[in-house]
Structures are given as structure tokens and as C-alpha cells.
Nanobody
Framework: DVQLVESGGGSLRAGTSLTLTCVTS????????MGWFRQVPGKQREKVAL???????HYSQSVKGRFTISKDNAKNTLYLEMNALKPEDTAKYYC??????????????????????WGQGTQVTVS
């Protein structure tokens, strides 16, 4: 079975840093699109950061310059390094994989429907 398991969430003060981790299993990472999304209660889940087979990255405007997405294929792990956190970053963060799209980040979907596999989410609260 394909599994994505996030960890690293927590409660912290504005201005601090946190790194989220997503460990994947059950499939071979051949460079398909992966991403981090987040959701607050009552709102739609939104894209945060994407990474493609070219290792190029794409960020939402609200996190650009503060967050960094990266992958370690040897460890089957996706990361999201978050710096200069703001209260508006408070959300449940999910990692996702689109195993049907292997290509540059420009091919990666920007929304939920394009991603077949999701983790259970990890809560980040910034005050």
C-alpha cells in the first residue's frame, strides 16, 4: 500500500522555524510530482510548495522566500523547511504525491484533484 506519513508539526512562536517531514512507502519515486498543501478549518486546501523531477520548485506567493521544499530520494522523504513563520501559516499541512505525472515542476498540478496520494496531515500552530 502507498503511504505518506507526515511529522514535525507543533506549536511555536512567530518568527521561528520548523521543518516538516513526509516519509513515503509503497511505490518507487521516479521523480513524479510531490507537494505540500495546507488547510485551515472552513477553507479549501491550498498549495504551499511543489517539486518536480527536475528538482525545480514552485511556491505559493504567501510562502515564497520563507519556505523550502526538498527531497531525499535515498530516504524516500520529502521536506518542508519553514522559516520566519507567521500566525497566518497556522494550518494542517499535508504532503501529496501525483504518481501519474513525472516531469518538470511546470507539469505539476496546482490543486487537490491532481494528487492521488495524501498523508494524514500534521498541525502547525503559530502564535
Amino acid at each position: 500500500d502507498v503511504q505518506l506519513v507526515e511529522s514535525g508539526g507543533g506549536s511555536l512562536r512567530a518568527g521561528t522555524s520548523l521543518t516538516l517531514t513526509c516519509v513515503t512507502s509503497g511505490y518507487t519515486d521516479d521523480g513524479h510530482c510531490m507537494g505540500w498543501f495546507r488547510q485551515v478549518p472552513g477553507k479549501q486546501r491550498e498549495k504551499v510548495a511543489l517539486i518536480g523531477s527536475d528538482r525545480a520548485t514552485h511556491y505559493s506567493q504567501s510562502v515564497k522566500g520563507r519556505f523550502t521544499i526538498s527531497k531525499d530520494n535515498a530516504k524516500n522523504t520529502l521536506y518542508l523547511e519553514m522559516n520566519a513563520l507567521k500566525p497566518e501559516d497556522t494550518a494542517k499541512y499535508y504532503c501529496a504525491a501525483d504518481v501519474g505525472t513525472t516531469g518538470p515542476v511546470s507539469w505539476c498540478g496546482l490543486g487537490d484533484p491532481q494528487y492521488q496520494y495524501w498523508g494524514q496531515g500534521t498541525q502547525v500552530t503559530v502564535s
